[in-house]
């Protein structure tokens, strides 16, 4: 094993030696037969794409560092065939691939099929000049293996699945009994340009993480709990911005309206919750707790 | 939670998105949190535009009850059942229930202890006379004589006192080591260094002395010989049982004297009230039990993680073996990986053996990929070439399917 690997990339003057054996070394690479060069090749490949251009040395060594280097080596000797590679991998994620693919889909059959082709996909079943294009050459060690196969198999999911959600068959829409289903309710034009317009600027003012919160809860039907796992915090504090930027959001848009001209009983009426928008549950207000209360029992009295 | 207008939903739904996609790695960085702050900030803005990833990072994360029952299955079930009720412990009528039992149980246990100091009080003289017989012919160092009021020092010493009591009458009865597992990592570990140097130390003899009520009733008053002379030898042989941290406390100034007094004003009555204690912690101690995580790092070393998987230590057990599975039943660690090679630790990893893998006719052949531990004795072993071994006698004999 040569010493004297660098890595090429971004970096100015490239990584030294010693910094490219310390992380070879970490990454117990040589488990899987994966040379020193190969290493620092397959860092350079990533540090270019994550790195600014002239990026410091030490940057890049921290970026590195912060790299799960033992998840991406096994994951690129899977992906050169590395027999006891493949062997760890689908001791470690088979099972967890499959557990991944079944909370996706929620349905035992399609989550067999999503994650044999991910399968596919990881083995490499296409050939590019003579080897295996596997998609595990795609992972770039940035977060945990399982984290990624998770992302991977929920944008295929999403890409996939989804798409053909929308082209079931009548049959099928019968059988799960939606065929009177209502069509989604076009999107109408505002009466007056200036709402969309004052909307517009408002979100387009809010920071990414308001918009973020304000987006999953009201457009996507996220918990509180998922978009506070989402980003990490507490599912309290996503609550309480949630409240505030509701609030916000109406205050600005009421200040927009009047700034371009419009009274406030006319800004009051446009902001108004739309009755359509409602969720009423009829069904569960309609349905009587004690069937028999609803009746005049005889001799009750 | 309050609405929003419809004309921001609207407008929300019909933003749009500008630049790619972030890719597979950026979005698990993000749900990671390993992402650098302008990167963090940038896959946030495009979430914020894009419905597409947002359904991406919603669907790769790991679904709340599968991080429960991640962790219920860890811990044991126990803290299933604490997870299962999450939500009913959230309610404030639960949490006021909680602070007025509390309260309750504050009041109990003062007023336990005034009346026990009231006890202690009035039977002072009569352990005062009974050491005065047994001085001339048992000889020990004289304790000092309880006062009838005692100090504020001694107030202390007489708190603390119960503990260690617990524990020196308790320790041959849990021997072993799931006496050391009720406060985490370094009680564990505690217990287990305690092990190999006095594994059972305590000779049945003297442990069944220990639990014989002549050994513990000092007010029988017996002839054969003097009962503290007899406690003290028990206790010498407990210390040496002991951790040193515990035998250090035994020796502490004044642990002789508050030995012999607790000993001589509780009696029998106070003896077996406080096995019955000692042995429901004990019972405690196992059902509260939580070990570490184990796991097999992708470079084939056994590790274990304290903290919930936040951080993980490799455990050295061989040269040169590439472990591929491990599982864990309470202290009992088994490992396997290649070539057979499996290691077992009835210690939670302090210590391990090699096992042999191998029946009359035929031996284990492959890298051992799945180890499954029903209980501390039965386990079935999976290996690479698709052989699968049993064992009902923790590893003594083998039996291939």
């Not at chain 1, 198999?153 to 065929?179: C, D, F, H, P, W």
């Not at chain 1, 109408?188 to 709402?195: C, G, I, N, T, Y």
């Not at chain 2, 072993?176 to 260094?193: D, I, Q, T, W």
Request: proline share 5%; hydrophobic share 40%.
């Amino acid at each position: 094993m040569s010493g004297t690997a660098q890595m090429p990339g971004p970096i100015a003057g490239g990584l030294r030696a010693s910094a490219v054996a310390d992380l070879f070394e970490r990454s117990h690479a040589a488990d899987f037969a994966l040379s020193e060069q190969e290493f620092a090749r397959i860092l350079g490949e990533i540090a270019a794409k994550s790195l600014p251009v002239g990026a410091a040395e030490n940057d890049a060594v921290a970026f590195c560092r912060g790299l799960r280097l033992e998840d991406l080596v096994l994951a690129r000797a899977c992906a050169a065939g590395h027999e006891r590679a493949w062997e760890i991998f689908l001791t470690r994620y088979r099972e967890r691939l499959y557990d991944a693919a079944r909370s996706i889909t929620r349905e035992d059959s399609s989550a067999r099929e999503l994650a044999d082709s991910l399968y596919a996909d990881l083995y490499g079943t296409e050939t590019r000049d003579g080897r295996r294009a596997s998609k595990l050459n795609y992972y770039a060690g940035r977060g945990s293996l399982e984290g990624w196969l998770r992302a991977t198999l929920a944008q295929e999911y999403v890409n996939r699945y989804r798409r053909g959600k929308r082209e079931v068959s009548l049959e099928e829409k019968t059988e799960a009994g939606v065929q009177f289903a209502a069509p989604d309710r076009p999107v109408e034009p505002a009466s007056d340009p200036r709402l969309a317009q004052a909307t517009d600027s408002v979100l387009a003012a809010l920071a990414a993480e308001e918009r973020f919160i304000l987006a999953s809860y009201h457009l996507d039907g996220r918990t509180l709990a998922e978009i506070a796992r989402t980003l990490g915090v507490h599912e309290s504090t996503v609550s309480r911005k949630l409240e505030k930027v509701v609030r916000a959001v109406r205050e600005r848009i009421m200040d927009e309206l009047l700034q371009r001209g419009m009274s406030r009983r006319q800004a009051e009426e446009a902001l108004q919750t739309d009755v359509r928008d409602v969720a009423v549950d009829i069904r569960g207000r309609l349905a009587q707790k004690d069937a028999a209360g609803a009746f005049y029992r005889k001799g009750s009295d | 939670m309050a609405e929003v207008p419809r004309i921001v939903r609207e407008r929300l739904r019909s933003q749009a998105v500008s630049g790619e996609h972030p890719d597979a790695n950026l979005l698990t960085a993000f749900a990671e949190r390993t992402l650098s702050d302008p990167e963090r900030a940038q896959v946030l803005d495009h979430l914020s535009h894009c419905a597409d990833c947002r359904e991406v990072v919603a669907l790769a994360a790991i679904p709340q009850v599968e991080e429960e029952q991640l962790e219920v299955a860890f811990v044991g079930p126990r803290r299933a059942t604490a997870a299962a009720s999450r939500s009913w412990w959230r309610s404030p009528i639960v949490h006021w229930s909680a602070l007025t039992a509390a309260a309750l149980v504050v009041l109990i246990a003062v007023g336990e202890r005034m009346r026990l100091r009231r006890e202690y009080s009035a039977s002072a003289p009569a352990i005062a006379s009974y050491e005065a017989v047994q001085k001339p012919t048992a000889a020990p160092p004289a304790p000092a004589q309880p006062p009838a009021q005692p100090k504020e020092s001694e107030k202390v010493a007489e708190t603390a006192r119960a503990p260690r009591q617990v524990e020196t009458v308790n320790r041959p009865a849990v021997a072993g080591a799931s006496s050391g597992r009720v406060s985490g990592r370094s009680a564990f570990e505690a217990g287990l260094a305690g092990k190999p140097a006095g594994a059972a130390p305590i000779p049945p003899a003297e442990a069944n002395n220990l639990q014989s009520p002549a050994a513990s009733d000092f007010s029988s008053g017996s002839t054969d010989g003097p009962p503290l002379e007899n406690q003290r030898k028990i206790d010498q042989a407990q210390v040496k049982a002991l951790p040193a941290p515990s035998a250090a406390a035994k020796s502490a100034p004044g642990a002789e004297s508050s030995t012999a007094v607790a000993g001589g004003a509780s009696a029998s009555p106070a003896r077996s009230q406080s096995t019955t204690t000692t042995e429901h912690s004990a019972g405690l101690a196992r059902r509260a039990f939580v070990g570490p995580r184990w796991s097999v790092s992708p470079s084939g070393a056994v590790q274990r993680s304290w903290d919930g998987g936040r951080s993980w230590q490799q455990v050295p057990i061989a040269e040169g073996v590439n472990f591929r599975a491990v599982a864990v039943v309470m202290a009992e660690v088994w490992a396997g990986g290649s070539e057979g090679a499996l290691f077992h630790s009835p210690d939670g990893g302090a210590h391990w053996t090699r096992v042999q893998v191998q029946a009359q006719d035929s031996a284990l052949t492959g890298d051992i990929v799945r180890i499954e531990l029903t209980d501390g004795r039965d386990l079935a072993i999976t290996t690479s070439t698709g052989e699968t071994w049993n064992s009902s006698d923790a590893g003594a004999t083998w039996q291939r399917q």
